[in-house]
C-alpha cells in the first residue's frame, strides 16, 4: 500500500498548484499535512524530555530518544512523497528512496519500543545481577544492528520499487515489480516479512510487560514479612456445634482475606506499571487496526475508495504521534524530567 495507489489517479499532472487539483487530493493533502504537524510537535516534546540527563542515565532512555528522532524523519519523508506525488514527476531513485525509508523508519520506530521493553524486563529479571552500565554500552550495538537488519528486510523497496509510465495518460506510477517467473514466491515472501514486522515488536511488548508485573510481585512477596494473624480465643462454654460454625465461618473469612491479600499487591502493581502496559495496548491497537485494513484493501482498487485507504494507511504512522503519550506522560520519571 502506497500513496501513488491511493491518491496518484486522482493527480492532475496538468498543473502544479494544489489549488488547481481535485477535490480529493486537497483534502488528502491538508489531513496529511495536519498529521505531519502534530507528530513534529509532539515528538519536539518528547525530544525534549529525553535530551535531559536524567532520562539518559539508562540505556531506555536512549532509545527513546533515538525513537524520537525517527518519528520526525519518517514525517519528513512523508512530507517529500506528498510533494513528489502532486509537483513533481518522480524518478526510479526518488520512488525507491523514498519507500525504502517510508518503511524503514517506521519499522525500526517500533523495534526500538521493543527493545525498551526487553531492557525493563532485563532488568527485573537479572535485578541485582543487571548491569546498567553495560546496557548503556551495548545500546550503541544494538542500535547499530537493528538499523541494519530492519534495512536489509526492507531492502526490496530499493530493488523492486520502480516508476511505469502509464500508456493512455502518461501518468508515472512508483509500484513494486517482480519478474513473472518469481512473482508468486516474491509476493509470499514479502509479506510474510512485513506480517512479521508488525507482529513480533506487538508480541514482544505484551510478553515482557506480563514478566516485568509478575516478577515484581514474586520480587516483594519474598521479601515481605508475612504476619500471621492472632484468632480471639474459644470461650469454653460454647458447645461442640457452635465450634464447628465457628471455625466454618472462620475458614471462609480467612479464605477472602488471603485472596483480598493476594489481589490487593496486583492491584498496586498494576497501577505503579500502567504506562508499561499502555504502550504495548495503544501500539497494538494501531498495528493490529493497520494489518487489518491492509488485508481489507489488498484485493480491491485502492483510488475507488481513496479516504478509506488513505485512513489505513496513515494508521501506521499513528505509533509516531504515541511516544509522548505512551513513555512520557504515563511515566513519573519522565513526567518529572519534562516539566523540569
Known amino acids: 500500500m502506497s500513496l501513488d495507489a ?5 493527480v492532475r499532472a496538468i498543473t502544479k498548484s494544489i489549488f488547481h487539483q481535485t477535490i480529493i487530493i486537497k483534502i488528502s493533502v491538508l489531513l496529511l499535512e495536519l498529521l505531519i504537524g502534530i507528530v513534529t510537535i509532539l515528538n519536539i516534546f518528547a525530544t525534549y524530555t529525553f535530551t535531559q540527563k536524567r532520562p539518559r542515565q539508562i540505556a531506555c532512555g536512549w532509545y527513546l530518544l533515538i525513537s524520537s528522532f525517527l518519528g520526525r524523519f519518517t514525517m519528513i519523508t512523508l512530507m517529500f512523497k506528498i510533494i513528489f506525488l502532486v509537483h513533481f514527476k ?5 520512488c525507491s528512496l523514498t519507500e525504502f525509508q517510508i518503511q524503514w523508519l517506521p519499522t525500526s520506530f517500533e523495534w526500538l519500543h521493543a527493545r525498551v521493553s526487553i531492557e525493563r524486563a532485563l532488568a527485573v529479571l537479572q535485578q541485582a545481577r543487571y548491569s546498567n552500565q553495560a546496557s548503556l554500552c551495548r545500546v550503541k550495538w544494538i542500535v547499530s544492528s537493528l538499523f541494519l537488519a530492519m534495512a536489509i528486510i526492507c531492502s526490496p523497496e530499493l530493488i523492486f520499487r520502480r516508476i511505469l509510465v502509464g500508456r493512455q495518460d502518461q501518468r508515472t506510477w512508483c509500484v513494486f515489480t517482480f519478474s513473472v517467473t518469481k512473482k508468486y514466491r516474491t509476493t509470499i515472501l514479502y509479506g510474510i516479512s512485513n506480517l512479521l514486522l508488525f507482529i513480533m515488536p506487538l508480541t514482544i511488548d505484551f ?3 506480563i514478566i516485568i508485573i509478575i516478577g515484581t510481585l514474586r520480587l516483594k512477596e519474598n521479601t515481605t514479612i508475612r504476619i500471621e494473624p492472632k484468632y480471639n480465643r474459644i470461650a469454653p462454654q ?18 477472602f482475606i488471603v485472596l ?3 489481589l490487593r499487591p496486583i492491584k498496586r502493581q498494576l497501577i505503579k506499571y500502567k504506562h508499561i502496559l499502555i504502550a504495548p495496548t495503544l501500539l497494538g491497537v494501531f498495528s493490529m487496526s493497520r494489518v487489518v485494513m491492509v488485508f481489507t484493501f489488498v484485493c480491491t482498487k485502492l483510488d475507488q475508495s481513496s479516504f478509506f485507504a488513505l485512513f489505513a494507511y496513515l494508521i501506521g504512522f499513528f505509533p509516531s504521534t504515541a511516544i509522548l503519550f505512551t513513555f512520557v506522560l504515563s511515566s513519573r520519571e519522565y513526567r518529572q524530567a519534562y516539566f523540569m
Open 6 to 10: 491511493i491518491l496518484g489517479s486522482h
Open 90 to 94: 518522480q524518478g526510479n531513485i526518488t
Open 207 to 209: 510478553i515482557t510487560s
Open 238 to 255: 460454647l458447645n461442640t456445634h457452635g465450634v464447628k460454625n465457628f471455625n466454618a465461618q472462620q475458614n471462609k473469612n480467612n479464605k
Open 260 to 262: 483480598r491479600n493476594r
